[in-house]
């Protein structure tokens, strides 16, 4: 996952780094991926502290990706203290470098996550990459959250790509309507 991360960070490190005067040139790829490298450490720190509500949130969707998410906020807050101590960055600075880019590398991730085309990642390897490997717990409240958006395209019990799969294709054991029925579901539509 770090590899993701680090991809998306290039991808979205133009504007808050790159074309950042603040920010040395010749730091500007360093700051890029010590801003990935702390994402991901941020996020096994929440797991690792039982934090699985605020991720499970993220994760399914359920929560906003902007300030008011607990999960964008202390990761804003470890990568702001991070590139600070790391670089020397002044706290306005590294502020505005995180503020910037978590919530878009986040929301980048998770789409990718999310993408059944998307080959050799999905939900269950970004939760196994989190949890270091342990993400039942995780997982299970991802599919709980999950479930009771609608994403269990197939009433299966869970959510997997499967369901992503049918929810695409409209496949006929989905008695949601496909895309259309999920996304009515998501917006209160019956």
Do not use: C, H, W
């Given at each position: 996952?770090?590899?993701?991360?680090?991809?998306?960070a290039?991808?979205?490190?133009?504007?808050?780094?790159?074309?950042?005067?603040?920010?040395?040139?010749?730091?500007?790829?360093?700051?890029?991926?010590e801003?990935?490298?702390?994402?991901l450490?941020g996020?096994?720190e929440?797991?690792?502290?039982?934090?699985?509500?605020?991720l499970?949130?993220?994760?399914?969707g359920k929560?906003?990706?902007?300030s008011?998410?607990?999960?964008i906020?202390?990761?804003?807050?470890?990568v702001s203290?991070?590139?600070?101590n790391?670089?020397?960055?002044?706290?306005?600075?590294?502020?505005?470098?995180?503020?910037?880019?978590?919530?878009?590398i986040l929301?980048?991730?998770?789409?990718?996550?999310?993408?059944?085309?998307?080959?050799?990642?999905?939900?269950?390897?970004?939760?196994?990459s989190?949890?270091?490997?342990?993400?039942?717990d995780?997982?299970?409240?991802v599919?709980?959250?999950?479930?009771?958006?609608g994403?269990?395209q197939?009433?299966?019990?869970?959510?997997d790509?499967?369901?992503?799969?049918?929810?695409?294709?409209?496949?006929?054991?989905?008695?949601?309507?496909?895309l259309?029925?999920?996304?009515?579901?998501?917006?209160?539509?019956k």
């Amino acid at each position: 996952m770090l590899e993701q991360l680090l991809d998306l960070a290039k991808q979205y490190g133009n504007e808050a780094v790159i074309n950042n005067n603040a920010i040395p040139n010749e730091k500007n790829e360093e700051v890029i991926q010590e801003t990935g490298k702390s994402m991901l450490s941020g996020l096994q720190e929440m797991a690792t502290e039982g934090n699985l509500g605020d991720l499970a949130g993220l994760l399914s969707g359920k929560s906003k990706l902007d300030s008011s998410n607990p999960v964008i906020k202390q990761i804003t807050e470890k990568v702001s203290g991070s590139l600070g101590n790391k670089f020397s960055l002044p706290t306005e600075t590294s502020n505005g470098v995180a503020n910037n880019m978590i919530p878009q590398i986040l929301g980048g991730l998770l789409n990718k996550a999310k993408d059944p085309n998307q080959k050799g990642f999905n939900i269950e390897d970004l939760v196994g990459s989190i949890s270091g490997g342990k993400g039942g717990d995780l997982m299970d409240m991802v599919t709980k959250y999950g479930g009771a958006l609608g994403l269990d395209q197939n009433g299966d019990g869970k959510v997997d790509m499967q369901d992503a799969i049918s929810a695409l294709s409209g496949n006929a054991k989905s008695k949601k309507g496909g895309l259309g029925g999920l996304l009515g579901g998501l917006f209160g539509k019956k």
